[in-house]
Structure formats: structure tokens, C-alpha cells
């Protein structure tokens, strides 16, 4: 069964149209079953109804034009259910609607399953078969199991059908992913290619056969030169019987062999990607069929040969790219480095197929400012290279090839966006004090974007949180603890005497180092935080005197442990700090300057954190909450994971009442407390914390001027009113209902376009 599950979601990933690829699938299903009849049908919501796509078994002609209405027969019961239905007789259920233009009168056996793709019914698989029978467990699992492992590819082959339509007659298409870092940009797509594979290259033919021709075979002796190169190398470490590898792989690349197979699909009409694609794939499809194992390892040899030649097709075209006027980057994963080798002045947003909202890579694009998109999964990269975008990263969606009337429209509310800057950017020198008199501290997260944050040094009460880790991910080894120590004194020296909370090397999860890299099947909840830094104390004793030399004769360094979840790690952090301290006392006996103790304290966002306060009040000076990882591990959610990105959400009660206990906890133990998550930066997080009792909040620079906007405009005894009505309900949705009122009251109402995708 498995093979056979196989052999059927490759066959249809290979076919370059949807048609061809549910038709297909349909015949394979059919002839997989033994049965007498296969169908597809695919949900309209536009119209409320089922199409036929594709049949091996009904009348052909009915294909694209027959609808069922969503409540209408068993089709229609199926998607309602969400379950299967298996009859002996289906014209006897009382459910069955006669339709004759499909000529489905002679069939009485049926099995029918839904697809369903992030919970949304994409479809309805029909099997049919003349004599009376109830289908067997066996092929109703079949069916089943085949429609869970098609969903996501049906979906995609759709979407790729519903691109390339778009591209072929300039029509505009609207792709869903989830809002990251607000704004709207328009713009020029550029994709970053991530280490080749070929479902990243989507099937697109060429009318100049001659040209692509000459690509491929340019391709082709660039990849035997790589092989001759690395024979020559190998030459004198591996016997000669081993070398034997390459010169099979020159064969394969041979005119009679690899280049024969790609000049027909050239001919054909394909451009030479996709004809490389289609050979490859259907070579490597074959060699895996086979019994023999020997020649079914062979397949592995044709998809690294097919890849490597790739490589250098999408190299030749790569190299000459020059970054448009206005680059939307187009990345599989966003990473610090891509974001960075693209000019500021070019860069206008950012959408990442892989990922999520709530990403370091995505708190990244926030701390830059640049509108960006998570999550659009599993499409064909190339597809937007150079495709006029608009990224709608309020709503979360990206628009291809746009209509000029829809380009008007999203520059018009860019101007409107503008105007809103402008009118928080007028009170940037007020301080942030609510209409009642109290004031509210904001702090800037800072350590993301290295080459521009001394320009906000003065524009904030200080820094709650700075990453010391985005330093060690710029270079290539561990930095030195001298130039750990210039980095520091740098910071601690712009911000002066303002106070700099800097939280030790927090590594791990979706933070990696190229050279100390970890490898973990579930990285946030391995080795990470402090748990590195404890295991490895001469890093950690390396940074912590970094940190203690920078401070002297300034006295504005605070020291913060990430990722603590057990009072032993805060005795053995403590320990160590202890021990820096004074081996550098006796370094620096003869020195100007003396040594301070920086205060200590601790991030919040391990549950168990919460609950040990009592104890970690009596050995630290402060505390901070970090509530991104705190509502992941509340939640179990991924929150680097765009298949749960939904689910990911800080105003879950759940995660309102835990950051209520926090602070009343702190006030009681009098141990001084902030919080340094996403969720201050949000106008509506923020008037939710302050009514808790928060009075430092810790933000990207570009959300403290909104912040105190807002803060200024009201009384904390409002805020505290609505927090009430908020801890007493019972879901996230419910919550951004009242936020929603709440902020519509106020007249803030001009504000709640961000929030399109919570309420």
C-alpha cells in the first residue's frame, strides 16, 4: 500500500498543469482500487458549490461544468460531515441527488472521502462501482490515507494553476499568509534561493529552444568540470575503485543518456529548467520502483547529478540579477545575512514561505521597520521572481501582478499610513505619561539591527533587552572576550546614563550559530539559553567579564539569563558571575577604574519560572518577561511553525491571567519587573500590561512612538476596567472583541487596520 501511496503523490507532483495532474490521479486511484469509476470534485466558495474537476468513469463532458450545491447529495454530505461515507447502494440513501448529465445511473457501490487542508474542505474524492458492495476497511483506508497526503499537494498544485494563469493573462492573484512586521509595501519580487531542489522550479516553457539549449550545455560542462575537480581532489585520499563514482556520473551526463532525454522536452517546447526537472523526476521516479536494491540506491546518484546541473542553470541567471528599485525579498527562510546583503534604500518588505509571525527572523524584520509576510508555504520560489507585488502585511496578503486600480488604492493607504507615523512621530519628545499622571518607562529591544540603532539611543528611557547574540551570529567563529568587551562598551557607552539590560548569549531554537551549530529534533524545548551557557562556562565566564570591563566607569549595565527554568541554574549563573568578578578584581587590581556588581535578573518565559519567583526573589535584583517563548510554551505552540501560526496568540486569557500573577507576584516580593516580548509593542498589549501593573515595557523602535501615543490619551483606571472584562473571558476571540470596542471607544479606530487578522 505504501509503494502504492508513493508512486501515486509523485506521479501527480510531476504533472505541469492541474488538469493533467487530477486527471492522473483519478486514473491511478482507479486502477489502484479495481474499480469501476474515480472523481474529483473541488470546492467553489465563490459560489457556494462543487465542481467535477476531473473523472475516469462519469461522463467526460461534464468535467468543469457540472456543480453540486454545498448541502446537495452525498458530495455535499461528506464535506459537511468531514467523514467518509461508504454504501452499498447510494441511490437508496435518502441524501442521494440523481443528475444525469454525469451518467452515474448504473453505479451502486460508493465511497467517498473529503480533502481537508488546514481544516478547511478542499474537495471530495468519489470511488464507484456497479455491483452492490460495501468497500472494504482496507480501501477505505486506502482512500482515507491518500487524500491526507494529496491535501497540501492538491492545494498547491491549485495555487501554482491559479499563478501561472495569472502570469499568462496579467490578471491579479491574492495569496493568504500570516502578518509579521505591519506596513504596506509595492514592489519588485527577488528571490533568494535556498539550497536547490526541484520543487522549488516551477514548469514554464520557451520560444527560444535554440537559447535554452545552449543553457543547459554550458550547465552541463560546468558540472563535469565540478566532477573532474573533485576527482583530482579525492585522487590521493580514496582508492582508485572509489573514484569509479565520478566517471559513471560523467557517463550519465553523457549526450546519449541525461542530454538525449532533456533535448526532447527542449524540443517539446519547455525552457531548460523545466525540461531538466521532468527528466530528472521521472528518472528518479523509475530508478525508486525498482526491486533491485542496488538499482534503486541509483536514484539517489540521478537526483544529485540532475540537482548539480540545476545549480548551475540557476547560478548563470542568479549572477547578472542586479536588486530592483524597490526589492520585495522573496526567501524559502528568511536569515539575518539575506536581509542584510540587500541595500537598505532597496529594500521595501519581505515575504518568507517558511515560518512564522513570531520568529527572531520575523522580530527582525520589526525591528527594521519593513513590512513582511510569514507563511505562505510550499510554493514555487521562482514563480515571484521579478513579478510586480503588493504586500498587504496588515491583512497578510501578497498580491501578484496587481491591477493599476489596486495600486492606487494600496498607495492611498500607504499616504493614510504615513500621515499616522507622522502624527506619532510629533510627540516623540513628550514622555509617556497616561491623562492620570503615571508614568510608563519605554525601552527599546535592540541588538537586531546592528548598523542603525545608535540613531535611537536618546529617543527611549533605555534598553530593556539587548541581544548579545546577534553579534556572535555575525561572525564566523566565537569573538574574542576583547571584542566582546569594545561591542559592549559601545552600547553601554550610546545609552549612558540611561540603563542597559543585556541578556547573556541566548542560542538554540531557531537562533543558530554556522559555526556551533545544533542539531535537535525539537530545538525550543533542547539546548538552549542558559542551559548552553552553564554547560559551557569558559564562554560564559569569557562573556560576563566582557560585560564587567565594559561597565567601568559607567555603571548602566544590568545582566539578564535567558531561558531559566530551575533555581539551580540561578545559583550556578550566579556562581560564575561571582567568580568573573573577582578574577578580574585581581587583573585590575593596579587599575583606575573599580569593577561594579551589575544587578542580576532573570527572563520569565519558561512556565515553571512563574511559580518560583518566591525563591528567585530573594537571589536576583529584577525580572523580566518574555512573553514570546512564555505564550509558545503556554500554548505548545511552535511559534516558528506557520502550520500553527493561529493558534499562536498572547491574548489568549490563558497567557493574561499568567502575566497577571506575574506582576502581582513581583509587587508582593518587591522584586522590580518588565516585560520585553512582542506583546508591549502592541498599542492594545500595552494597555493591558499597565493595567496589570507593568510600568517598563521594552519595544522595537518602531512601535514606542505608537505606544505612547496611545498611552498618553488615556487613564489607567479605564485600562483597568477593560483588563477585568478581559481576564473574565474565556477565549482569545472574545478578548479581541472587547479590544476591538475598547479601542473604537477611545477613538483609536484609525489604528485597528493592523489588527485585520485578530479580530
Given at each position: 500500500?505504501?509503494?502504492?501511496?508513493?508512486?501515486?503523490?509523485?506521479?501527480?507532483?510531476?504533472?505541469?498543469?492541474?488538469?493533467?495532474?487530477?486527471?492522473?490521479?483519478?486514473?491511478?486511484?482507479?486502477?489502484?482500487?479495481?474499480?469501476?469509476?474515480c472523481?474529483?470534485?473541488?470546492?467553489?466558495?465563490?459560489?457556494?458549490?462543487?465542481?467535477?474537476?476531473?473523472?475516469?468513469g462519469?461522463?467526460?463532458?461534464?468535467?468543469?461544468?457540472?456543480?453540486?450545491?454545498?448541502?446537495?447529495?452525498?458530495?455535499?454530505?461528506?464535506?459537511?460531515?468531514e467523514?467518509?461515507?461508504?454504501?452499498?447502494?447510494?441511490?437508496?440513501?435518502?441524501?442521494?441527488?440523481?443528475?444525469?448529465?454525469?451518467?452515474?445511473?448504473?453505479?451502486?457501490?460508493?465511497?467517498?472521502?473529503?480533502?481537508?487542508?488546514?481544516?478547511?474542505?478542499?474537495?471530495?474524492?468519489?470511488?464507484?462501482?456497479?455491483?452492490?458492495?460495501?468497500?472494504?476497511?482496507?480501501?477505505?483506508?486506502?482512500?482515507?490515507?491518500?487524500?491526507?497526503?494529496?491535501?497540501s499537494?492538491?492545494?498547491?498544485?491549485?495555487?501554482?494553476?491559479?499563478?501561472?494563469?495569472?502570469?499568462?493573462?496579467?490578471?491579479?492573484s491574492?495569496?493568504?499568509?500570516?502578518?509579521?512586521?505591519?506596513?504596506?509595501?509595492?514592489?519588485e519580487?527577488?528571490?533568494?534561493?535556498?539550497?536547490?531542489?526541484?520543487?522549488?522550479?516551477?514548469?514554464?516553457?520557451?520560444?527560444?529552444?535554440?537559447?535554452?539549449?545552449?543553457?543547459?550545455?554550458?550547465?552541463?560542462?560546468?558540472?563535469?568540470h565540478?566532477?573532474?575537480?573533485?576527482?583530482?581532489?579525492?585522487?590521493?585520499?580514496?582508492?582508485?575503485?572509489?573514484?569509479?563514482?565520478?566517471?559513471?556520473?560523467?557517463?550519465?551526463?553523457?549526450?546519449?543518456?541525461?542530454?538525449?532525454?532533456?533535448?526532447?522536452?527542449?524540443?517539446?517546447?519547455?525552457?531548460?529548467?523545466?525540461?531538466?526537472?521532468?527528466?530528472?523526476?521521472?528518472?528518479?521516479?523509475?530508478?525508486?520502483?525498482?526491486?533491485?536494491?542496488?538499482?534503486?540506491?541509483r536514484?539517489?546518484?540521478?537526483?544529485?547529478?540532475?540537482?548539480?546541473?540545476?545549480h548551475?542553470?540557476?547560478?548563470?541567471?542568479?549572477?547578472?540579477?542586479?536588486?530592483?528599485?524597490?526589492?520585495?525579498l522573496?526567501?524559502?527562510?528568511?536569515?539575518?545575512?539575506?536581509?542584510?546583503?540587500?541595500?537598505?534604500?532597496n529594500?521595501?518588505?519581505?515575504?518568507?514561505?517558511?515560518?512564522?509571525?513570531?520568529?527572531?527572523?520575523?522580530?527582525?524584520?520589526?525591528?527594521?521597520?519593513?513590512?513582511?509576510?510569514?507563511?505562505?508555504?510550499?510554493?514555487?520560489?521562482?514563480?515571484?521572481?521579478?513579478?510586480?507585488?503588493?504586500?498587504?502585511?496588515?491583512?497578510?496578503?501578497?498580491?501578484?501582478?496587481?491591477s493599476e486600480?489596486?495600486?492606487?488604492?494600496?498607495?492611498?493607504?500607504?499616504?493614510?499610513?504615513?500621515?499616522?507615523?507622522d502624527?506619532?512621530?510629533?510627540?516623540?519628545?513628550?514622555?509617556?505619561?497616561?491623562?492620570?499622571?503615571?508614568?510608563?518607562?519605554?525601552?527599546?529591544?535592540?541588538?537586531?539591527?546592528?548598523?542603525?540603532?545608535?540613531?535611537?539611543?536618546?529617543?527611549?528611557?533605555?534598553?530593556?533587552?539587548?541581544?548579545?547574540?546577534?553579534?556572535?551570529?555575525?561572525?564566523?567563529?566565537?569573538?574574542?572576550?576583547?571584542?566582546?568587551?569594545?561591542?559592549?562598551?559601545?552600547?553601554?557607552?550610546?545609552?549612558?546614563?540611561?540603563?542597559?539590560?543585556?541578556?547573556?548569549?541566548?542560542?538554540?531554537?531557531?537562533?543558530?550559530?554556522?559555526?556551533?551549530?545544533?542539531?535537535e529534533d525539537?530545538?525550543?524545548?533542547?539546548?538552549?539559553?542558559?542551559?548552553?551557557?552553564?554547560?559551557?562556562?569558559?564562554?560564559?565566564?569569557?562573556?560576563?567579564?566582557?560585560?564587567?570591563?565594559?561597565?567601568?566607569?559607567?555603571?548602566?549595565?544590568?545582566?539578564?539569563?535567558?531561558?531559566?527554568?530551575?533555581?539551580?541554574?540561578?545559583?550556578?549563573?550566579?556562581?560564575l558571575?561571582?567568580?568573573?568578578?573577582?578574577?578580574?578584581?585581581?587583573?585590575?587590581?593596579?587599575?583606575?577604574?573599580?569593577?561594579?556588581?551589575?544587578?542580576?535578573?532573570?527572563?520569565?518565559?519558561?512556565?515553571?519560572?512563574?511559580?518560583?519567583?518566591?525563591?528567585?526573589?530573594?537571589?536576583?535584583?529584577?525580572?523580566?518577561?518574555?512573553?514570546?517563548?512564555?505564550?509558545?510554551?503556554?500554548?505548545?505552540?511552535?511559534?516558528?511553525?506557520?502550520?500553527?501560526?493561529?493558534?499562536?496568540?498572547?491574548?489568549?486569557?490563558?497567557?493574561?491571567?499568567?502575566?497577571?500573577?506575574?506582576?502581582?507576584?513581583?509587587?508582593?516580593?518587591e522584586l522590580?519587573?518588565?516585560?520585553?516580548?512582542?506583546?508591549?509593542?502592541?498599542p492594545?498589549?500595552?494597555?493591558?500590561?499597565?493595567?496589570?501593573?507593568?510600568?517598563?515595557?521594552?519595544?522595537?523602535?518602531?512601535?514606542?512612538?505608537?505606544?505612547?501615543?496611545?498611552?498618553?490619551?488615556?487613564?489607567?483606571?479605564?485600562?483597568?476596567?477593560?483588563?477585568?472584562?478581559?481576564?473574565?473571558?474565556?477565549?482569545?476571540?472574545?478578548?479581541?472583541?472587547?479590544?476591538?470596542?475598547?479601542?473604537?471607544?477611545?477613538?483609536?479606530?484609525?489604528l485597528?487596520?493592523?489588527?485585520?487578522?485578530?479580530?
Amino acid at each position: 500500500m505504501l509503494a502504492t501511496l508513493r508512486t501515486i503523490a509523485e506521479a501527480v507532483a510531476q504533472e505541469p498543469s492541474l488538469d493533467a495532474a487530477l486527471n492522473r490521479f483519478v486514473s491511478m486511484v482507479k486502477e489502484a482500487m479495481q474499480t469501476e469509476c474515480c472523481s474529483i470534485y473541488f470546492a467553489d466558495y465563490s459560489q457556494d458549490n462543487f465542481i467535477l474537476m476531473a473523472t475516469n468513469g462519469l461522463n467526460p463532458s461534464a468535467v468543469g461544468t457540472f456543480r453540486m450545491g454545498f448541502t446537495e447529495g452525498l458530495v455535499g454530505l461528506v464535506a459537511q460531515r468531514e467523514e467518509p461515507i461508504n454504501v452499498a447502494y447510494a441511490q437508496a440513501h435518502p441524501r442521494f441527488k440523481l443528475s444525469p448529465e454525469v451518467n452515474e445511473e448504473g453505479y451502486n457501490a460508493f465511497l467517498s472521502v473529503p480533502v481537508v487542508h488546514q481544516r478547511k474542505v478542499l474537495g471530495v474524492i468519489v470511488v464507484q462501482q456497479k455491483a452492490a458492495r460495501v468497500f472494504s476497511h482496507d480501501e477505505e483506508s486506502f482512500l482515507i490515507t491518500l487524500s491526507a497526503q494529496l491535501a497540501s499537494q492538491l492545494a498547491n498544485i491549485e495555487l501554482k494553476e491559479v499563478l501561472r494563469q495569472s502570469d499568462s493573462t496579467h490578471q491579479t492573484s491574492m495569496l493568504k499568509g500570516v502578518a509579521s512586521a505591519p506596513g504596506i509595501a509595492i514592489g519588485e519580487g527577488f528571490v533568494v534561493l535556498p539550497k536547490l531542489e526541484f520543487s522549488s522550479i516551477e514548469l514554464q516553457k520557451s520560444d527560444d529552444t535554440e537559447n535554452q539549449r545552449k543553457k543547459f550545455l554550458q550547465a552541463v560542462s560546468a558540472t563535469r568540470h565540478e566532477f573532474h575537480v573533485l576527482a583530482n581532489t579525492l585522487s590521493d585520499t580514496i582508492p582508485k575503485e572509489a573514484l569509479a563514482v565520478f566517471e559513471v556520473y560523467q557517463q550519465l551526463l553523457d549526450a546519449r543518456s541525461l542530454g538525449q532525454r532533456v533535448e526532447a522536452e527542449l524540443q517539446a517546447g519547455w525552457n531548460a529548467k523545466s525540461a531538466l526537472k521532468l527528466v530528472i523526476e521521472r528518472l528518479v521516479s523509475q530508478f525508486s520502483a525498482m526491486q533491485d536494491p542496488y538499482i534503486k540506491e541509483r536514484a539517489i546518484d540521478i537526483k544529485d547529478i540532475g540537482l548539480r546541473v540545476l545549480h548551475h542553470l540557476v547560478s548563470t541567471e542568479q549572477a547578472v540579477k542586479p536588486y530592483p528599485e524597490k526589492t520585495i525579498l522573496i526567501a524559502h527562510t528568511l536569515t539575518p545575512s539575506m536581509l542584510a546583503e540587500v541595500p537598505k534604500e532597496n529594500l521595501v518588505g519581505v515575504v518568507s514561505i517558511n515560518g512564522a509571525a513570531n520568529s527572531h527572523a520575523s522580530i527582525l524584520t520589526r525591528a527594521m521597520a519593513i513590512p513582511a509576510i510569514w507563511g505562505i508555504e510550499d510554493l514555487p520560489l521562482l514563480q515571484f521572481d521579478g513579478k510586480k507585488l503588493i504586500l498587504d502585511a496588515y491583512a497578510g496578503r501578497v498580491y501578484i501582478s496587481p491591477s493599476e486600480a489596486l495600486v492606487r488604492e494600496y498607495l492611498h493607504l500607504k499616504h493614510q499610513d504615513s500621515l499616522l507615523h507622522d502624527k506619532f512621530e510629533a510627540e516623540h519628545d513628550l514622555p509617556a505619561v497616561t491623562k492620570d499622571g503615571e508614568h510608563i518607562s519605554l525601552l527599546l529591544n535592540a541588538g537586531l539591527d546592528l548598523n542603525t540603532e545608535q540613531i535611537n539611543a536618546k529617543l527611549c528611557d533605555g534598553v530593556g533587552l539587548y541581544r548579545t547574540e546577534a553579534w556572535f551570529m555575525q561572525k564566523g567563529q566565537f569573538p574574542s572576550q576583547k571584542e566582546q568587551e569594545e561591542w559592549y562598551r559601545e552600547v553601554l557607552t550610546r545609552h549612558h546614563p540611561d540603563p542597559v539590560v543585556m541578556r547573556t548569549l541566548d542560542i538554540g531554537g531557531d537562533k543558530v550559530l554556522d559555526y556551533f551549530d545544533i542539531q535537535e529534533d525539537n530545538p525550543f524545548l533542547g539546548w538552549r539559553g542558559i542551559r548552553v551557557s552553564l554547560d559551557h562556562p569558559e564562554l560564559f565566564l569569557d562573556q560576563l567579564k566582557a560585560m564587567l570591563k565594559a561597565n567601568a566607569g559607567l555603571g548602566n549595565l544590568r545582566i539578564m539569563l535567558p531561558m531559566v527554568s530551575h533555581t539551580e541554574e540561578v545559583e550556578e549563573a550566579l556562581a560564575l558571575l561571582e567568580q568573573a568578578y573577582f578574577e578580574l578584581q585581581e587583573e585590575w587590581a593596579d587599575q583606575f577604574y573599580d569593577l561594579e556588581r551589575p544587578e542580576i535578573g532573570v527572563m520569565l518565559e519558561v512556565p515553571s519560572s512563574v511559580f518560583l519567583l518566591p525563591e528567585w526573589a530573594e537571589k536576583v535584583d529584577f525580572c523580566s518577561v518574555g512573553s514570546n517563548d512564555l505564550t509558545q510554551y503556554l500554548l505548545a505552540v511552535d511559534r516558528a511553525n506557520a502550520k500553527v501560526a493561529e493558534l499562536f496568540d498572547p491574548y489568549h486569557p490563558s497567557v493574561l491571567r499568567v502575566l497577571a500573577k506575574i506582576a502581582k507576584d513581583c509587587q508582593k516580593f518587591e522584586l522590580p519587573f518588565s516585560l520585553c516580548g512582542e506583546l508591549g509593542g502592541e498599542p492594545e498589549g500595552a494597555i493591558l500590561l499597565v493595567a496589570m501593573g507593568y510600568r517598563r515595557l521594552s519595544m522595537n523602535f518602531s512601535s514606542l512612538n505608537k505606544v505612547k501615543w496611545v498611552l498618553r490619551r488615556l487613564q489607567v483606571v479605564d485600562m483597568e476596567n477593560l483588563l477585568e472584562a478581559c481576564l473574565a473571558q474565556s477565549s482569545a476571540k472574545q478578548v479581541h472583541r472587547l479590544l476591538k470596542q475598547f479601542m473604537i471607544e477611545q477613538q483609536f479606530s484609525e489604528l485597528l487596520y493592523t489588527q485585520k487578522g485578530k479580530v
